[in-house]
């Protein structure tokens, strides 16, 4: 696989590289993050829930 170059001749590395290739295929980059997103929320609902049956057994 050749690598791109930029338009200064340099070869892209790291995070630029990254940003170059994720954005060719934007449909399922978009998904992942929504995806990544609804993960993060969900993994803080245990943590709610706690938070609410705890408020009960004291009846604050």
Same mark, same amino acid.
């Given at each position: 696989?050749?690598?791109?170059?930029?338009?200064?001749?340099?070869?892209?590395?790291?995070? %630029?590289? *990254?940003?170059? @290739? /994720?954005?060719?295929?934007?449909?399922?980059?978009?998904? &992942?993050?929504?995806?990544?997103?609804?993960?993060?929320?969900? %993994?803080? *609902?245990?943590? @709610? /829930?706690?938070?609410?049956?705890?408020?009960?057994?004291? &009846?604050?």
């Amino acid at each position: 696989m050749a690598k791109k170059e930029s338009q200064d001749g340099k070869s892209k590395k790291g995070l %630029s590289r *990254l940003m170059e @290739l /994720a954005m060719t295929q934007k449909a399922p980059m978009v998904g &992942g993050m929504l995806l990544s997103a609804m993960a993060t929320i969900a %993994s803080f *609902l245990p943590y @709610l /829930a706690i938070y609410f049956i705890i408020q009960e057994i004291v &009846g604050a």
